[in-house]
T-cell receptor, first 113, second 115 residues
Framework: AQSVTQLGSHVSVSEGALVLLRCNYSSSVPPYLFWYVQYPNQGLQLLLKYTSAATLVKGINGFEAEFKKSETSFHLTKPSAHMSDAAEYFCAVSGGGAQKLVFGQGTRLTINP | DTGVSQDPRHKITKRGQNVTFRCDPISEHNRLYWYRQTLGQGPEFLTY????????KSRLLSDRFSAERPKGSFSTLEIQRTEQGDSAMYLC?????????????FGQGTRLTVV
C-alpha cells in the first residue's frame, strides 16, 4: 500500500522568498515520486519526478526536490518565489505493476507581493 | 502531439441522468487512467487500461460507473443514474511504460455538476 502526506494545506510566502512544500510518503515497494502543479480549473502538469536515479531532482520553472529515503520525504523547493507560482501543488507516489498515482491532498501556494 | 484531450470540459446534469465523458490519450501511449478529484482534495484513482484491457478498478468505481477503451485508443467513462455525490472533476491521464517508469500526462479534466 502507498500513501502521501502533504504537511500544510496552505502555504503563503512573499515574492522572492524561498518556497518549501513538504511531502512524506509511505510505500511497500521502491517508490517513484512526483510533484504536479494545478492551476484553477485545469489538469495537472508535471513539475518533476524521482525514478531511483539522482536523489536531487530538478524540474521546470526553477523547482527542485530531494528524495530522502531515511526520512521518507520528497520536499519541493524553489529559491525565489514568483507571482506565477501561485497554484495548487500535489505530491504523488507510484510503484508496482499498475504504476497508478496516489496523491496527497495538495498544498495551495499563495504568493504575496 | 496535442496532449491528452477530454470532452466535454464542463457538464451539468440532473440527478438520475446518465452522462458519458471521452478521453483521447497521447497517440503512442499504451496506458490510460481515470481519476476523480473532489473540491479541495487530491485526485483519486478510479481505473486504468493497458491497451484495450481494463486491468484494475478502484472500489470507488461503483456499479453505476463503467469505462471502456475500444481498440486501445480513446476511452469513455459513463456514469449511470447520477447522484449529487458524483459532482467532481474527472481527470484522464495517459502514459507510456518504460524501464524508467511511467510519466503520466493529464488532460484538462471534465467538471461534472449534478443538480
Amino acid at each position: 500500500a502507498q500513501s502521501v502526506t502533504q504537511l500544510g494545506s496552505h502555504v503563503s510566502v512573499s515574492e522572492g522568498a524561498l518556497v518549501l512544500l513538504r511531502c512524506n510518503y509511505s510505500s511497500s515497494v521502491p517508490p517513484y515520486l512526483f510533484w504536479y502543479v494545478q492551476y484553477p480549473n485545469q489538469g495537472l502538469q508535471l513539475l518533476l519526478k524521482y525514478t531511483s536515479a539522482a536523489t536531487l531532482v530538478k524540474g521546470i520553472n526553477g523547482f527542485e526536490a530531494e528524495f530522502k529515503k531515511s526520512e521518507t520525504s520528497f520536499h519541493l523547493t524553489k529559491p525565489s518565489a514568483h507571482m506565477s507560482d501561485a497554484a495548487e501543488y500535489f505530491c504523488a507516489v507510484s510503484g508496482g505493476g499498475a504504476q497508478k498515482l496516489v496523491f496527497g491532498q495538495g498544498t495551495r501556494l499563495t504568493i504575496n507581493p | 502531439d496535442t496532449g491528452v484531450s477530454q470532452d466535454p470540459r464542463h457538464k451539468i446534469t440532473k440527478r438520475g441522468q446518465n452522462v458519458t465523458f471521452r478521453c483521447d490519450p497521447i497517440s503512442e501511449h499504451n496506458r490510460l487512467y481515470w481519476y476523480r478529484q473532489t473540491l479541495g482534495q487530491g485526485p483519486e484513482f478510479l481505473t486504468y487500461f493497458q491497451n484495450e484491457a481494463q486491468l484494475e478498478k478502484s472500489r470507488l468505481l461503483s456499479d453505476r460507473f463503467s469505462a471502456e477503451r475500444p481498440k486501445g485508443s480513446f476511452s469513455t467513462l459513463e456514469i449511470q443514474r447520477t447522484e449529487q455525490g458524483d459532482s467532481a472533476m474527472y481527470l484522464c491521464a495517459s502514459s507510456l511504460t518504460t524501464p524508467q517508469g511511467t510519466e503520466a500526462f493529464f488532460g484538462q479534466g471534465t467538471r461534472l455538476t449534478v443538480v
